[in-house]
């Protein structure tokens, strides 16, 4: 009688469905370093949708209505202008920027060597 038991019971825990909590980002952009890390690597990335996300992430970790007031933008337009696919214009995304207190940095892309011989080539 005891393995039946058990053996039902083990049955009736296999059935069992496990939930998760889905992964939000923004809950983890909680600092200035977290936020700059985060968004210098999304825009690395080719793929201009992502870079989209990753203000739209920071937005909401600094609190849509603030970031919309800040922007001067109403809260839909700021979520259309953040929306997946959306193309918006490099001043709104100025503007968003500088509402959520980040700026823009350029680097080379070349390695070190590569410049140095561009120099020579031209010399």
Sequence with gaps: M????AKKHVKENAK???TY???EVAD???SEEAIAEYLSLAVRDENPGISLKALGDVAKARGMAEVAKASGLGRESLYKTLAPGAKP??????TIMRALNVGFSVESR???RA???RKLKAA
């Design 2 to 5: 005891k393995k039946a038991k």
């Design 16 to 18: 069992a469905k496990v």
């Design 21 to 23: 909590a889905p992964f």
């Design 28 to 30: 983890y952009l909680d």
């Design 89 to 94: 214009r490099f001043e709104t995304i100025a």
């Design 110 to 112: 070349l390695p070190v």
């Design 115 to 117: 410049k140095k011989a």
